[in-house]
């Protein structure tokens, strides 16, 4: 394994998730981000001209290898694990872990555990009934450095996925503008 994965997505699953404070987060502008309802690939899109997915790692994960909070949110079930990082102009900015049920990946979902470089996000906001719940958010310390995270619920054709996000030092989390 990659020192970069190792790292990143090591420090994704020990997360300590917890509720956001909306009040003191909402009119923030890394609120805004953390808190996004909709897509993410399309809010980093909006942020360089070119965003680009690297996938490392796909493989299965066994129900009893879940986190307790895991099960509570998609139910006690063998998952797939996507691990990507996404680039907005060959610059890191996002690293993903990904769990899908494989109740979920059914029917019109099987694409799912093909995407390759097809953005999550792309693949699940094309579909009307799309929506993302059970945002929590955490702060991870990876080389000194304090970054942020969330964990969210995505839902299409009401089956559920869990979506961890850390983003890496460059986002534009934490560039704000004027
Ligand atoms: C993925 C995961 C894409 C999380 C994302 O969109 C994301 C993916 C930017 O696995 O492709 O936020």
């Not at 009040?23 to 809010?43: A, F, I, V």
């Not at 080389?143 to 089956?159: F, I």
């Amino acid at each position: 394994m990659s020192d970069f994965k190792q790292l990143h997505i090591q420090a994704l699953v020990e997360a300590n998730w917890e509720t956001p404070d909306w009040q003191r987060l909402e009119p923030t502008w890394e609120g805004n981000w953390l808190l996004e309802r909709h897509s993410m690939t399309e809010r980093l899109k909006a942020h360089c001209d070119t965003l680009t997915v690297d996938v490392l790692g796909l493989h299965e994960i066994e129900r009893g290898a879940l986190s307790e909070s895991e099960r509570a949110l998609l139910g006690d079930e063998t998952c797939m694990v996507r691990e990507v990082v996404l680039s907005g102009d060959d610059t890191a900015w996002l690293c993903a872990r990904t769990l899908v049920p494989m109740s979920t990946l059914t029917e019109q979902e099987k694409d799912i555990a093909e995407l390759g470089a097809v953005p999550l996000g792309h693949r699940v906001f094309n579909q009307a009934n799309a929506r993302r719940d059970a945002i929590e958010v955490a702060h991870l310390t990876i080389d000194g450095a304090v970054l942020l995270a969330r964990r969210s619920r995505l839902w299409v054709n009401e089956k559920p996925m869990l979506v961890s996000e850390l983003f890496l030092p460059h986002a534009p989390i934490y560039q704000e503008e004027g």
